[in-house]
């Protein structure tokens, strides 16, 4: 029982890239969330998904798109990378509310 | 919106006590609290759902007052292991969760 994994743990880009974040979970959880964090900031909510099929725009969804790939995967894309999104991005599931969360991925855009 | 956290930071001692605050500006459905060590993940601690209902994990326990959308954490005789930053998390009633931007708390020895 791995809980939520994430790949990569690391990335770097340059501006104008694009990449794909992958997350996984094998609790059988129907609700799924993006985050960012950034220092003093907290998490702040990019997109969620309540159940397979549905996804929704959290506080903070301009520049990124996410598809519920089925019940398990929820990934995350940068179509076109920036700075402002330098980062670290956590993935996270829930049933009955309590959260839990991936290990993260650090994304330095340069 | 975000709740506000306070205090920011906060030093103890082993043994020693310590209280954190949580406010909302909206109306509350629930509140969650996580801490997060260094370098790792967020790890939940607890979720409360009524007004006035406290829990308790560990020596940390946390109460709920929906009326005024204020939740607090208590650290009591606090151990090594309880560094690190506790974020608070507001559930409004479109159920969208919204974190503070956390309190770091040192605990030496």
């Known amino acids: 029982n791995a809980g939520v994994t994430q790949t990569p743990k690391f990335q770097v880009l340059k501006t104008g890239q694009s990449m794909t974040l992958q997350c996984a979970q094998d609790?059988?959880?129907?609700?799924m969330y993006w985050y960012r964090q950034d220092p003093g900031m907290g998490l702040r909510l990019i997109y969620y998904?309540?159940?397979?099929?549905?996804?929704d725009k959290g506080e903070v969804p301009n520049g990124y798109n996410v598809s519920r790939l089925n019940k398990r995967e929820f990934s995350l894309r940068l179509e076109s990378a920036a700075p402002s999104q330098t980062s670290v991005y956590f993935c996270?599931?829930?049933?009955?509310?309590?959260?839990?969360f991936g290990p993260g991925t650090r994304l330095t855009v340069t | 919106q975000q709740p506000v956290q306070s205090p920011q930071a906060v030093i103890l001692r082993e043994g020693e006590d310590a209280v954190i605050n949580c406010s909302s500006s909206?109306?509350?459905?629930?509140v969650h609290w996580y801490r997060q060590k260094h370098g790792e993940a967020p790890v939940f601690l607890m979720i409360?759902?009524?007004?006035?209902e406290q829990k308790g994990h560990e020596k940390i326990s946390a109460s709920f007052n929906e009326k005024k959308q204020q939740s607090s954490l208590y650290l009591t005789a606090s151990q090594l292991s309880y560094s690190g930053t506790y974020f608070c998390?507001?559930?409004?009633?479109?159920?969208?969760?919204?974190f503070g931007a956390g309190t770091t708390v040192t605990v030496r020895a």
């Open positions: 996270a599931s829930s049933d009955q509310g309590e959260q839990y």
């Open positions: 609790m059988n959880h129907n609700s």
């Open positions: 998904s309540a159940s397979e099929g549905t996804t």
């Open positions: 909206k109306a509350l459905y629930s």
């Open positions: 409360l759902l009524k007004g006035g």
């Open positions: 998390g507001t559930e409004p009633y479109d159920y969208k969760l919204s």
